[in-house]
Nanobody, 119 residues
Framework: QVQLVESGGGLVQPGGSLRLSCAAS????????MGWYRQAPGKQRELVAT???????NVADSVKGRFTISRDNAKNTVYLQMNSLKSEDTAVYYC?????????????WGQGTQVTVSS
């Protein structure tokens, strides 16, 4: 069974930085895309950033220039470096992975980590 475990959330002041990490474990044959989504109270889950297996990225306009996504394929880990954080970045951040065990690939999600930007 594949698991995604996030870490690195917390409380930070506006303008501050946080780094989220997400490690995939289990019977992994291959990892395709990995990424981050977020969900603020009363809002739908939205894409933050994704990264393909060879490093191609897709970053939401709302965080472009402030957030950087990266991955370490040897560690099956994806990172999200968040700088210049704003109050509107407050949300639960979910790790995502398109992962193949045996057979077809499927989507996996982490349990979520809270990011709160407040003074």
């Amino acid at each position: 069974q594949v698991q995604l475990v996030e870490s690195g959330g917390g409380l930070v002041q506006p303008g501050g930085s946080l780094r989220l990490s997400c490690a995939a474990s289990g019977s992994i044959f291959r990892i395709y895309a990995m990424g981050w989504y977020r969900q603020a109270p009363g809002k739908q889950r939205e894409l933050v950033a994704t990264i393909g297996s060879v490093g191609s990225t897709n970053v939401a306009d709302s965080v472009k220039g402030r957030f950087t996504i990266s991955r370490d394929n040897a560690k099956n880990t994806v990172y999200l470096q968040m700088n210049s954080l704003k109050s509107e970045d407050t949300a639960v951040y979910y790790c995502y992975g398109r992962i193949q065990e045996i057979g077809v690939a499927r989507d996996y999600w982490g349990q979520g980590t809270q990011v709160t930007v407040s003074s």
